[in-house]
Structure formats: C-alpha cells, structure tokens
C-alpha cells in the first residue's frame, strides 16, 4: 500500500503480508536513502507470525526515507519507507545520500542490492495503529537479520539440529558510529555472543572481519571474567551458609515471537481442541531402502532429491487414495467434517526461527519423480528461510522425520485444521525374524497421530497398516498406486 504525501514523495505502508497478521518486525534493509530503487525491486525483509518475507516496492524512484531501523516491529498499514518519484527523484539523490548518516536504519554499503526480483506479495492490507521497538541491550545497535536458515529436519537437510548461540557478553556502551561488518560477519557475532562495537577490525576502512570475529573470542576465553563481590551477610545460627551472590550467566531469556509465538498458540489450541490418538507400527524397511538406492542411480532421477522420505511420503499418498476419508477438516461453526479431494502434503522444518511445516500443493497429483523434485525445491526454500506464508498454508495430512535426531518414535501434535499426522522414527539395524530367521535389517518405526472426532480407530489403523505394507513392499507403489 502506498500514499502520497506530496506531488513526488509515495510513502510504502506495512502490507498485511499472510492472513489477517496485524504487524511484521523489520529484519534487514537492502537500501539505504539516496538509492535508486525501481518496480518490483525487494527493499527489506520481514518476519511475520508465519514467516520471514521480502517485500518488493511497487515502484521507481529514490529512497528519501527509511522511518524505521531494522528490529522494530511494525503494524500493518504503516509508512516504512518514503520514496521521491517523477520529477522529484533526481533532487531527491543528491540530498538524501547526504542523510545516510542520520538515518537510524542502515544497510551494508558493500553489500550488492537485489535487482530484477519479482513482486512476492498479492494485495496490501490496512491497518491503523502504534509501532513498537524492541529493546536493545546496553545500547546497542541493532545487529540485523539472521541469515537463512541451514538447521531443516532430519531428510531436508542431512544435519542435526543446531547448536544453541552462546549467551552474549556484556555489551559495552555505544560511543561512535555502528560498527561496520557485513551479513555473515553479524551472523557469526551474535551466534558467538561478541559484541561488535567491542571487536578492533583489521579489514579495509575499518571493516570487521571473521577473523577479528574469532581473535575476540579467543582474547574473551584468555580473560576470565571479574567475579561479583559477595553481599554482606548476617550471621546466622544456623551452620549453613547461605548463598552471597546469583550468577545471572547461567539463564537465557529468549523473547517468545514471530513464528515460534505462532506456533507455540496453533499447538496449545491443537493439542486442547482435537482429541488425539496416536498409534504404532514397526516395519521392516530394508527393501525400501534398497529402492532409494537403486533410484539414485536411476538417470530419470538424476540432480533430483532421493532418499527415504521420498518414499515415505509417496507411500502416504497411497494410503490417503485407498483410505480418503483420513485426508479431511473438522469445521465446527458448521459442524461439518469436510472431506479433501486433493492432498497439500506438508514437511515439518525446525528453524531457529521455530517450527514451520510448507506444503507441496496437490501431491497426490505428482508422479514420483515430480514428488522428488517438489521436495528438493521445498528444502532449499526452507534453507534459505524464503518460506512464503501461502507455502505454509492449506496443508491437509502432514510429515514430520524426528529420526534424523536418533529418536525412534513420538507422538506428533496435528497441524491446526488436519485430521492426521505421520510422524517416522530413525532407520536403524536390528536383529528381526525375516523368513524363519533371525537376521539384520532396516527397521523403524511409525506413528500415526489422528483426531477422533472424525478419524475412528479403524479408520486410522487401516492407514498406518497401508503405509506400513508399501514401505515394507514398496512394488505395491506399483499395484496401488
């Protein structure tokens, strides 16, 4: 949404980028004022409820103006950014590189700008109302946007989850200018918990690079910390001493926001509104896992993504055609069980930014070298952190792999407005009875979570045994399918 609030300058508002969200935090600026931008270019990235999302200005002109620096969080249908169109862009360039210094959200000057890039939004919404800042500790400038994140479940990305970010140091007061550092430099500093401002640079024009980044950390691990001096305690009859001072390092406080706020109220909800059942099976998936094999050297399959969830999720789809009544909503208002003549899988990810479970619309409509690719492009979307809210709306039956981790099985919570999710356990070697015999082979286990009030307890087992039988037979792809 833009507004005019002269016959040159157009103020670009806030647009309601998901359903009905009412505010997104600014992440990271890509222009700084004086910049040329023109229509479609993407000019910032923010985080809503559901998603982390670029936004692309709808029109050409010179950045005049940035009203918010990066770590405010903005509502719908406020002006972020003001640009000088027509007749008014060229007195408006010299002017407002002048001001680059003066506005309070900048951009890396070294960093190149997205050019070419296609509008990812529909429509802007409009919304009246405050904006609100998120605190900064000890005065310091805010550090950016987190780059995209690498840590997807199990099959999406071959790696376990991520390591947890060092609790950050004291930061010391800000006294000139921000300091300068590109992206990854930031991402690096607030993963170890160094405090930029702190960090002697010894790149060019005084820029900070890895290596300062590490040589502070090193330089923070050779100097042990001043400890507290211990309060003044009155002595007291009893032989124990009580304790003199409170190590504020060992507890982390994490503001619950953005996506992982989201998720945390759609699985309370979830969890208190569908009555769950979960069920079992352990299979033997030694076949299977000959398939994938197989498939990778398959030339039709060349430069696509194989591997055990392929086949998990194509067995799903297999039962949801054979069963379809498990592929269904409750509507409440209505009491109504509506049930789905299509199947948006959905892939649960875990993300720094928390939870997040994109869709591949129509599945059940994708042969399996299509399926493969549709999950390739899921994953390194999701990699990347470009998963668009409407990737991640109207999913209808989920996946969720907890096996990357080890785990051999759980009992997943269904995705707000799905009647069922599958949750697949770790592929490990065990001793099993196969044809009268004791031998080794590839076993794990599946559970299968449903809500009751419309998936009865045949219903769901019919299901689970189908996927079960596929993965345990995978040339019944063949005969079913």
């Not at 002006?79 to 959200?105: C, F, K, L, N, R």
């Not at 918990?193 to 820029?207: A, K």
């Amino acid at each position: 949404m833009t507004t005019m609030t002269d016959s040159s300058v157009r103020e670009f508002k806030m647009p309601d980028v998901g359903e009905g969200l009412t505010e997104a935090e600014i992440l990271k600026w890509y222009v700084q004022p004086g910049d040329t931008v023109t229509d479609g270019q993407v000019v910032c990235e923010v985080e809503t409820a559901k998603a982390a999302v670029e936004l692309p200005i709808p029109y050409d002109g010179v950045v005049r103006e940035l009203h918010f620096p990066e770590g405010t969080t903005v509502d719908v249908g406020t002006s972020i950014i003001a640009v000088a169109v027509g007749d008014g862009a060229a007195a408006a360039a010299e002017p407002a590189q002048e001001a680059v210094a003066d506005t309070p959200a900048t951009a890396e000057a070294e960093e190149p700008k997205p050019e070419g890039r296609q509008p990812v939004l529909v429509g802007y919404g409009v919304a009246t109302s405050s904006t609100r800042r998120r605190p900064r500790k000890g005065g310091q400038a805010p550090a950016g946007a987190q780059e995209a994140s690498a840590a997807v479940q199990a099959e999406l990305n071959g790696h376990g989850p991520a390591e947890p970010a060092a609790p950050a140091a004291p930061a010391a007061p800000v006294t000139g200018d921000r300091p300068l550092a590109k992206p990854p430099v930031r991402k690096l500093a607030k993963d170890l918990g160094v405090d930029l401002t702190t960090v002697v640079p010894s790149g060019p024009d005084g820029i900070i690079t890895r290596e300062d980044v590490h040589a502070a950390v090193t330089a923070r691990s050779a100097t042990p910390e001043p400890q507290a001096a211990p309060a003044p305690v009155t002595p007291a009859p009893s032989p124990a001493a009580a304790p003199t001072s409170y190590d504020t390092a060992r507890e982390t406080r994490v503001p619950v926001k953005g996506v992982r706020r989201a998720t945390a109220a759609a699985m309370v909800g979830s969890a208190f509104t569908a009555p769950h059942v979960t069920e079992f099976v352990t299979v033997d998936v030694t076949r299977t896992m000959k398939l994938v094999e197989e498939l990778k050297q398959d030339k039709e399959y060349a430069g696509l993504r194989v591997n055990p969830l392929l086949l998990i999720a194509k067995a799903l789809l297999v039962a949801i055609r054979r069963n379809p009544d498990i592929n269904a909503s409750w509507d409440e208002a209505a009491q109504e069980i509506v049930v789905k003549h299509y199947v948006n899988l959905g892939i649960a990810a875990a993300t720094p930014r928390g939870l997040i479970v994109p869709n591949i619309k129509d599945a059940h409509a994708q042969t399996l070298p299509q399926l493969a690719g549709s999950l390739g492009e899921l994953v390194s979307t999701a990699r990347e952190g470009k998963t668009s809210p409407a990737a991640m709306q109207g999913g209808t039956v989920t996946i969720t792999n907890v096996g990357v981790f080890g785990v051999d099985t759980g009992t997943p919570i269904l995705n707000p407005g799905e009647s069922a999710i599958l949750a697949v356990g770790a592929i490990k070697l065990q001793p099993w009875v196969h044809k009268g015999k004791v031998k080794p082979r590839q076993v794990t286990t599946l559970a299968l979570s449903f809500d009751h009030r419309l998936v009865d307890g045949e219903l769901g087992s019919k299901v689970l045994a189908d996927v079960a039988a596929v993965l345990e037979q995978p040339k019944r792809l063949i005969s079913w399918a």
